[in-house]
């Protein structure tokens, strides 16, 4: 990718930094982007000051203001622009994504095209957001209820996905009739300037508030800003779940209300009966895709002993056909990691996992050599493991997929899978009716993601996206996760001349 296509997007303009809108403003410290497909660098941002912060605040209250009072289908027809808008720009920030992060460009147009998605979702949600009437126990009254804009929305997101985790918040907080301020990883904040530049160009088409999108840069220090403060009503934090409970708790104390979607360690269950050429394609797909830095990655495959032996010498030569390169090449499967953090910690997991015992079936190793100068290049590992090793227990933001043989009825696979703090995406690879549906039951998955014949990784904005236990129980994207934007509210109505309690209470003056 060269500069003059970054600068088609402004993403290289001197000074960037916090934004309520097209007029760029900061003078904290500086951070620098390099990419991890070669080590290269992209530009510097300055990140927000304390002082900048209080003024993108102030802006985004007036702003406030004034959003809310636009009717919903209005507010829809914004985001109905940001949609054509995403449309026009999708190759060269699907481009920039692939760049700046590091996963393939195909993964990168296919997070655009999320954004797409989240908008038309948006956009026709606009006129349906719609309460119930409820029956009163009362004659002459009336009852029903009503959703109305929290205010001011924060949203915290992290690396992997730079720009489609802030559009499934941001279409919908804006179309609920809220502002946002978005506080994006700061290894990706050139994505999140090009996602700005796109809505302040929206914004200022149509005579409309800059304070209605902002963007404020910085580390933790800045999401702990956001958290702290009273006038941001939503708190949606996406990362790891040592992040979450720090906003939780911080949120929480002053009864503020968050949005949580942190760690997963999904597996994929595979049964006697399932189809094994599917399987291995939803199995590596979901493990070495974004070179396993998503929250839906396969971390886990549990495996009936009846296939176990074919299931893995099938997974052993699927991953020597595994192209690991830079990820803008459209044959290349994988590309690197973020940084060379990551690949410390990928080092160190492996070590782990010979030291608890582990049999390592594909070996890891970092790349060198010409085309990994970034150092960030790493393969693709296949382990055989038992699910309680603290190391399986945990999730690696790598690509490093565990093995893990049972036995017995299908109950089995699904209390290991279970057994885990974490509860996102799961998946089972069955034919046979019943296993399936005691998947999905009660007695099945306590994911928040559970599928059937398809792997862990890929989630369509038609669904509610989340998960249980120390992924947050937070809900994004699709279904009803609307209602979190919002405050919801019981009225009543008496249209009788006499006022009857409820109850059947009698007071008499």
């Known amino acids: 990718m060269n500069l003059k296509e970054l600068s088609s997007l402004n993403v290289l303009e001197k000074n960037l930094g916090s934004s309520t809108g097209s007029n760029w403003f900061a003078s904290g410290k500086q951070f620098d982007s390099f990419s991890p497909t070669n080590g290269k660098y992209i530009g510097s941002v300055l990140s927000t000051t304390k002082a900048e912060y209080e003024q993108i605040i102030k802006k985004a209250e007036e702003a406030k203001l004034y959003w809310r009072d636009i009717p919903a289908p209005k ?87 730079p720009v489609a985790v802030w559009a499934w918040n941001a ?36 005579n409309l508030p800059e304070g209605i999108s902002s963007v404020v840069t910085g580390d933790a220090e800045v999401g702990k800003w956001i958290a702290e403060d009273e006038r941001i009503t939503l708190v949606s934090a996406t990362g790891s779940t040592r992040m979450g409970k720090q906003v939780a708790v911080t949120v929480a104390n002053r009864l503020g209300k968050t949005l949580l979607e942190l760690g997963g360690n999904n597996a994929i269950i595979v049964t006697p009966s399932a189809d094994l050429k599917m399987t291995i394609i939803g199995a590596v797909f979901g493990a070495v895709g974004t070179a396993g830095q998503r929250c839906t990655s396969t971390r886990r495959l549990i495996v009936h002993e009846d296939v176990y032996d074919k299931v893995k010498s099938s997974l052993v030569e699927a991953y020597k056909q595994i192209k690991i390169g830079d990820p803008l090449d459209s044959n290349n499967h994988m590309g690197p990691l973020i940084d060379t953090d990551a690949v410390a910690m990928y080092l160190d997991a492996l070590n782990q996992i010979k030291e608890q015992g582990g ?32 190391i399986v227990q945990d999730e690696t933001f790598a690509p490093i997929l565990y093995l893990i043989k049972y036995s017995g009825e299908v109950q089995n696979a699904i209390e290991i899978q279970n057994s885990v703090k ?88």
């Open 171 to 206: 279409a919908l907080a804006l179309v609920c009739g809220n502002v946002i301020v978005w506080k994006p990883s700061e290894k990706t904040p050139l994505c999140a300037i090009a996602c700005q530049n796109i809505m302040a160009q929206i914004l200022k088409e149509n």
């Open 359 to 390: 049999n390592i079936l594909v070996e890891g190793k970092v790349l060198e050599g010409e085309g990994y100068e970034s150092g960030c290049y790493v393969t693709p590992v296949i382990a055989e493991v038992e699910n309680h090793y603290p």
């Open 75 to 161: 507010r829809g027809e914004i985001i109905r622009q940001l949609g054509d808008k995403l449309r026009q720009e999708k190759e060269i920030l699907g481009k920039l994504v692939s760049y700046e992060m590091g996963k393939s460009y195909q993964e990168g147009l296919g997070e655009v095209q999320e954004m797409i998605d989240i908008c038309d979702f948006a956009v026709g949600l606009s006129r349906q957001l719609y309460g119930n009437t409820i029956h009163s126990e009362r004659p002459g009254h009336r009852m029903y209820d009503q959703y109305h804009p929290l205010g001011i929305v924060g949203i915290i997101t992290a690396f992997n996905f």
């Open 422 to 509: 974490q509860g996102l995406s799961s998946a089972i690879m069955t034919t046979n009716l019943r296993e399936s549906e005691l998947f999905l039951s009660q007695n099945g998955s306590d994911c928040g993601i559970a599928n059937v014949n398809i792997g862990t990784s890929g989630a369509e904005i038609g669904g509610a996206f989340g998960g249980e236990k120390e992924t947050g129980g937070g809900r994004e994207s699709g279904s009803d996760a609307w209602k979190i934007y919002m405050r919801r509210q019981t009225n009543t109505i008496n249209y009788t001349t006499s006022l009857p309690l409820a109850q059947g209470i009698k007071f008499v003056l």
